[in-house]
Nanobody, 115 residues
Framework: QVQLVESGGGLVQPGGSLRLSCAASGNAFSGYVMGWYRQAPGKERELVARITSGRSSYYADSVVGRFIISKDNVKNTVYLQMNSLKPEDTAVYYC?????????WGQGTQVTVSS
């Protein structure tokens, strides 16, 4: 059973940056589109960035130009570099597959953007 472990969240001021990591216990990425999702209080989980097996990346309009998704297949890790953070980016961030069957969700990592 593949496990996903997200890390790197925290409290940051508006305009700041964070780098999130998602490590998989097994080979969860090969052949799949992987993505970063987020869920803010009272809202549904949304996909904010995804990366294909060929490393093409796509972003939600709300984060384009500010977030960068990348991955390391050797380390079975997906990253999300978040720049120019805004209060509306506050949420719990998760990674998972975008194509194929979803893996069990990890615990996520809390990102809070506040002055």
């Amino acid at each position: 059973q593949v496990q996903l472990v997200e890390s790197g969240g925290g409290l940051v001021q508006p305009g700041g940056s964070l780098r999130l990591s998602c490590a998989a216990s097994g080979n969860a990425f090969s052949g799949y589109v992987m993505g970063w999702y987020r869920q803010a209080p009272g809202k549904e989980r949304e996909l904010v960035a995804r990366i294909t097996s060929g490393r093409s990346s796509y972003y939600a309009d709300s984060v384009v130009g500010r977030f960068i998704i990348s991955k390391d297949n050797v380390k079975n890790t997906v990253y999300l570099q978040m720049n120019s953070l805004k209060p509306e980016d506050t949420a719990v961030y998760y990674c998972n597959r975008v194509t194929g069957s979803l893996l069990n969700w990890g615990q996520g990592t809390q990102v809070t953007v506040s002055s």
